[in-house]
């Protein structure tokens, strides 16, 4: 005992008691039961048996999976194209405001504020396909559509990208300008005196101080984007023909669209293949964050 | 200020000027109409009659207000309840989290006992886990849990138990209390403090900063969450705001069906008006840190 406060005795259990209770109900047996489901047969009334890999052979073997792994990945291309650039952009812009810039940055946070719930229902009355609809109304003031915006395959998915970057994008507006305050300001007057233009600063000196947090955005985005359910379980539901089927909608349906009860063991399957890919992502991420705060 | 990309020498120029105000004049436009825009034309359709809504939902109230859609929303069809059930399991949830990051920040900080670098491995290996990994073997254990012989499906505590696991929770507080003035302890246990006394009298007091940032997570993710509550509370009286609106578009009239949107709208937009600098701060430490 190197100091008079050291825990060892009871009541540091107690202390821990809620942690381990909670954590291990809740989440550490839970984890371990879902690599065991994975390899067994698990329905609500007879005991689990184990059946090999046969789980993930009736996933592979699953023609709506490629389908959702094709649909997943163009989501978060889609998020990308569309939510990348914007926030970094109107971030840098928005850092060299010097009046109401509390309320440039209020203003975007706001659609991060609504509930995902209700965003995603008042955006459907907005895509109503038909000429009266919201975005419909609008677009025909300059003579485009009317656009059926949820019910052709081929733009359905994009319209649900449109609504999620729309909601997601001023949470990275304000990553990006709290990492702007950090750049350091001695290049700038460096490059200044080498005469350099606002562009070439920009270019040159604020985006590359930017690089690591640029890198934790692009993969927080894949990690999330890969997770994607709200908006084609609600938008859509997974159609139109599939169209917009995505990993978890396909996770959510093996288990619970059936009520006589789910193919639990592909869904957790399905979930345990997806973790690896995400967790590969996220300790990539890892090893960068703790990079910076080193340094 | 602290200077930023523009040098004040070239803020001289009137060109440069101008086209920056230029610029930042299209921004804030821009954002007027991408995040307000959407907002007040609820607010407007909220107490806008259907007819006047479908057949031109751009217009400013044709055909006059109709403010009886708010009440209609509110009591016939129970968004009353259902906002209660909100409050209830974002309180609930907040508590749990609370109870449960701040008990172990204090053991695995504070007390520090030997196998605690362990527990705080274990923890800190479940952000790396998915919540999707956990969705189905969880669900198995709220409908038979350990313990306990009665499913928690159709209770509360099956929303407000599993949000207290939360990893990035415990990493926030230990991190916090991590730096925390020892001495300060050492000199309550001198003065006869024993560890409850040290938990409630010395180290919650100095902790509420990141109490608060730990509530505003807690309540932010409980008021936004939508699959699991709708997973573990299949009985519609039971559900929250965010799991029965879907279900509600379905029997109710559009425009009380938008009054009822506007009205779960409104909590966390005004907790936002209030605490505006608050969330916009633990917004970017959301990025910094969360997995």
């Known amino acids: 005992m190197n100091s008079r406060i050291r825990g060892g005795g009871l009541s540091t259990l107690v202390f821990l008691l809620p942690l381990l209770l909670v954590f291990g109900i809740f989440s550490w047996i839970p984890i371990g039961r879902a690599v065991l489901m994975s390899f067994q047969e698990t329905n609500l009334v007879t005991p689990s048996t184990f059946v090999g890999l046969q789980n993930f052979r009736d996933v592979l073997a699953d023609p709506l999976l490629w389908t959702a792994i094709k649909n997943t990945l163009y989501f978060a291309f889609l998020a990308l194209l569309f939510g990348y650039p914007v926030p970094l952009l109107a971030a ?81 507006v304000i990553i990006y300008l709290a990492a702007l305050t950090g750049v350091s300001t001695d290049l ?21 101080q930017l690089r690591g947090i640029l890198l934790v955005t692009f993969i927080l985005q894949i990690v999330g984007t890969a997770q994607v359910f709200l908006e084609p379980f609600l938008f859509t539901g997974g159609g139109p023909a599939n169209s917009t089927t995505t990993l978890l909608l396909l996770i ?8 006589l009860g789910g193919e639990y063991g592909m869904a957790t399957a399905l979930s345990i293949m997806l973790a690896v890919v995400l967790g590969v992502l996220s300790a990539i991420y890892f090893r960068v964050t703790r990079g910076w705060s080193k340094s | 200020m602290s200077r930023g990309i523009i040098s004040p020498s070239e803020w001289l120029r009137p060109g440069v ?86 008990t172990a920040g204090f053991a695995l900080s504070v007390l520090r006992p030997r196998y605690g670098k362990v527990i705080t491995g274990v923890v800190l290996a479940t952000l790396f886990v998915p919540s999707v990994v956990l969705l189905v073997p969880l669900y198995l254990t709220i409908v038979d849990p350990p313990l306990l012989k009665v499913s928690l499906i159709n209770s509360f505590w099956a929303v407000w138990l599993p949000a207290g696991a939360n990893a990035f929770n415990i990493l926030l507080v230990q991190r916090f209390f991590d730096n925390l003035p020892r001495e300060v302890f050492e000199a309550a246990r001198v003065d006869g403090a024993g560890p409850f006394r040290l938990f409630w009298s010395v180290v919650l007091p100095m902790s509420r900063p990141i109490l608060g940032v730990v509530s505003v997570f807690a309540i932010i993710a409980a008021w936004k969450d939508f699959l699991w509550p709708m997973l573990v509370l299949p009985d519609p009286d039971l559900q929250p705001l965010s799991v029965r609106l879907p279900a509600l578009q379905r029997f109710v009239e559009l425009d009380v069906f938008l009054a009822a949107l506007a009205i779960s709208t409104v909590i966390p937009v005004v907790l936002f008006a209030v605490f505006q600098r608050f969330f916009l701060k633990t917004g970017a430490l959301q990025g910094a840190v969360k997995g």
């Open chain 2, 17 to 102: 000027r101008r086209t920056t105000r230029g610029v930042h004049a299209v921004l804030l436009v821009l954002l007027f109409v991408i995040g307000l825009g959407p907002m007040l034309w609820l607010a407007k359709a909220a107490i806008t009659p259907t007819q006047d809504t479908l057949r031109s939902p751009l217009a400013l109230w044709p055909h006059g207000m109709d403010w009886a859609n708010l009440a209609t929303a509110w009591t016939r069809v129970e968004v009353d309840k259902y906002f209660l059930n909100t409050v209830a399991l974002a309180a609930g949830s907040w508590l749990v989290q609370l109870l449960v990051a701040t």
């Open chain 1, 92 to 172: 840098v812009v928005m850092s060299e405001v010097r009046r109401f810039k509390g309320l440039y940055s209020a203003l975007a946070y706001l659609p991060v504020v609504i509930p995902p719930v209700v965003a995603v229902l008042l955006w459907k009355f907005f895509y109503d396909a038909s000429p009266s609809g919201v975005f419909n109304t609008i677009l025909g003031a300059v003579g485009i559509g009317p656009i059926s915006w949820l019910q052709d395959s081929a733009i359905a998915m994009p319209s649900l990208v449109l609504e999620a970057t729309w909601a997601a994008a001023g949470g990275t």
């Open chain 1, 188 to 208: 700038y007057e460096a490059a200044e005196i080498d005469r350099a233009s606002i562009w070439r600063k920009v270019w040159h000196i604020t985006l590359p």
């Open chain 1, 252 to 259: 959510y349906d093996y288990a619970f669209a059936n009520s």
